[in-house]
């Protein structure tokens, strides 16, 4: 009896799904969203934000990877 209760159980634990997978967006645009946190001047930010956002475009598909990933 115990040996079968064991058994139920071991078989259910093997096959848990794993669960839905969220995605962290917080690599998307991080550059643009960090200048856009900044503590300056607005006429510094104002000439950032091309730069960053060129450069964050650039690195959109690694930061969708690190999204799915982490």
Do not use: H, W
């Amino acid at each position: 009896m115990v040996f079968c209760l064991a058994a139920i159980l071991a078989s259910q634990t093997a096959f848990v799904r794993p669960s839905r997978a969220e995605f962290n967006d917080e690599y998307v645009f991080a550059t643009t969203r960090s200048v856009n946190n900044l503590d300056a001047n607005p006429a510094l930010k104002v000439t950032l934000f091309p730069l960053t956002i060129v450069l964050d475009t650039l690195m959109l598909p690694f930061a969708v990877i690190a999204g799915f990933v982490t």
